[in-house]
């Protein structure tokens, strides 16, 4: 807990000195900012609030969509929770799939086993991978030479998102069609603690393990038997990236930003997306702005491009963090309030 504070406070610190630096380097101030929200429209920026409650709903839904598949009645609003753990704490933490444990809490809690938590969440972060890298090859065909206006140093990190998320997608394959990692590190924890000489503790963590890898792999099964499965669990994720991404395109719009444009505002963010999604950085905060504003820059001018990522960015992730974190502090009262009534 000490470390999910910390982690907390440091992003919300990196997140002022970003939004600092913004108003700092394009020389934009608060009041002219505050001024262009006022005269957005309000039709536009309804929308792009509608989009950011799709990213945590698509989400959700694709969680719900396996556990149901593999035998557990999981129920809709439990799914936007799952989704809001995840999204949270992928926000505050150094890592794009830092949310996976936090949500895998409260599917525990509701009763559902830790191999099935496990198996659903590798599934949706494959699915979720492949989502972003079919965006990014759809953006390069049409608009390559977006990619090509950037600098080295945004280059580099496009490319290297894209090279982590291949990685990635083969990990968890193998992992899906391969047991034995997992079943390697287990043992590997099973013989330190008999090494210490706990002898009863290792027996019991061995047993424990054999009827996970079990029921993990009862699970794989049971997934892979349906085929509809993976393919409607990456259309829900490519429609929560999407949603993500139109945030961007409608506040474009919102803020008198040509609609002949949105197609290339739409490829900028989803280079944006590729490039900052595995930056070691809480949230990707500062990252992503950095990449925004070069992508948009050369299409908008500076000044525009530093009001369309604070006004993105403050939809797209802070308002998006701060309905998250509501969603998983009220999620776990119920859960303790569920737990002293039983009690």
Request: net charge positive; hydrophobic share 50%.
């Amino acid at each position: 807990m000490k470390k999910k504070v910390l982690w907390a406070v440091f992003s919300l610190c990196l997140s002022i000195l970003t939004i600092n630096a913004l108003f700092y380097n394009s020389g934009l101030s608060l009041p002219e900012f505050l001024q262009d929200l006022k005269e957005a429209s309000p039709r536009w920026l309804f929308l792009a609030g509608l989009c950011m409650l799709a990213f945590i709903f698509f989400e959700g839904r694709a969680l719900v969509l396996i556990l149901r598949t593999l035998g557990y009645p999981a129920k809709k609003r439990r799914g936007f929770l799952y989704a809001s753990a995840d999204i949270y704490f992928s926000s505050i933490t150094p890592s794009a799939s830092g949310g996976q444990p936090a949500s895998a809490y409260f599917m525990r809690k509701d009763g559902i086993s830790g191999a099935a938590a496990t198996v659903t969440l590798i599934i949706n972060l494959t699915m979720y991978t492949l989502a972003i890298i079919t965006l990014g090859f759809v953006s390069v065909i049409c608009f390559p030479d977006i990619f090509f206006k950037y600098e080295l140093s945004c280059k580099i990190m496009i490319l290297f998102g894209i090279t982590i998320m291949f990685a990635m997608t083969v990990f968890f394959i193998l992992l899906l069609k391969n047991q034995s990692v997992i079943l390697k590190v287990g043992s590997l924890i099973v013989k330190a603690i008999k090494k210490f000489g706990f002898k009863a503790a290792a027996e019991k963590a061995k047993a424990r393990l054999d009827s996970t890898i079990e029921n993990y792999n009862n699970c794989v099964a049971t997934a892979a038997g349906k085929k509809g499965l993976l393919t409607k669990t990456f259309f829900l994720n490519l429609a929560q990236r999407a949603a993500q991404i139109l945030v961007t395109v409608f506040c474009h719009f919102a803020m008198g930003g040509s609609l002949m444009d949105g197609p290339r505002v739409f490829a900028v963010q989803t280079y944006t997306v590729i490039g900052s999604n595995f930056i070691p950085v809480p949230g990707a905060v500062g990252i992503s702005e950095y990449l925004m504003y070069y992508g948009h820059s050369t299409m908008l001018g500076d000044e525009a491009s530093y009001s369309l990522a604070l006004l993105s960015r403050g939809i797209s992730f802070y308002t998006c963090s701060a309905i998250s974190i509501f969603t998983v502090i009220l999620g776990y009262i119920l859960i303790r309030l569920k737990k002293n009534t039983e009690e």
